[in-house]
């Protein structure tokens, strides 16, 4: 175990790696909307996929809202983690959205999956196929751990219009703050205009950055860092290093690396 390893606490959902949760003080806090920056040749979703599995294996709800990558994609990272995505859709507490197959509906193209966008730069079908997904346990108290990847598909199709991206995040901004939820996004942050970014990052009430490196023996690393969390100014700048073996998110340790 991590030695300095907080302990869960209320009110905050953790990733269920300890070194993570360290520095971002015990977990996400409910009700949060994340943004996940990563850069080019970093990856991201591991990271953001062990969230996930985290709450499905605690008997949390959630969704994947998916713009770059089909289901197997998914799939086949989830239950390297342990998550079998087949049996979790089947009983309702993983919800797939495929905005990915077809996400404009300009071709004759049909998703084999039940719930699919057909117009991704409408923020209004975003956020109404996420309700939607989840009429099944509308009068339940249950918290769900949703994903969108990516955000940066959005803005392209948007144009990099504010305001669909704006109204996208504001809806589930106000929906989590409701039902204690909590949305991660990833962001391709350095294909965006900075101050697009920065705006972006000032309504998001955790941003992390996930950034790519290396290790004294030049095998491939990721850097997680806290870009801010509200409320929370002391832990800005934090951050943790990992490598990916076999499937496995693993800790390292050595300092200087980059």
Request: hydrophobic share 40%; glycine share 8%.
């Amino acid at each position: 175990m991590f030695p300095n390893a907080v302990q869960p606490q209320k009110n905050l959902l953790p990733f269920g790696i300890p070194s993570l949760d360290e520095i971002l003080g015990g977990g996400i806090p409910t009700g949060s909307i994340v943004l996940i920056e990563d850069e080019i040749g970093a990856e991201a979703n591991p990271f953001i996929l062990q969230f996930l599995a985290e709450g499905l294996k605690a008997g949390q709800y959630g969704y994947i809202m998916a713009t770059e990558h089909p289901y197997q994609y998914f799939a086949e990272m989830l239950s390297g983690i342990g998550v079998n995505t087949d049996m979790l859709k089947a009983t309702g507490r993983l919800k797939y959205i495929d905005a990915f197959s077809n996400p404009f509906g300009y071709t004759d193209l049909r998703s084999e999956h039940d719930l699919a966008v057909r117009n991704i730069s409408q923020p209004r079908e975003l956020n109404e196929i996420i309700r939607r997904a989840f009429l099944h346990v509308r009068d339940q108290n249950v918290i769900k751990r949703g994903i969108v990847s990516s955000l940066s598909s959005i803005i392209y199709a948007a144009d990099e219009s504010k305001k669909t991206i704006f109204s996208f995040l504001q809806n589930r901004l106000a929906s989590n703050k409701l039902d204690g939820s909590v949305t991660l996004f990833s962001l391709h942050y350095d294909a965006h205009p900075r101050l697009l970014v920065k705006a972006m990052e000032h309504l998001s009430d955790v941003t992390i950055r996930v950034k790519k490196g290396f290790t004294k023996e030049e095998r491939p690393l990721n850097e997680v860092q806290v870009i801010n969390i509200k409320g929370k100014p002391e832990l800005a700048g934090e951050s943790v290093q990992f490598e990916f073996i076999s499937g496995k998110i693993i800790p390292y340790y050595e300092e200087n690396l980059f």
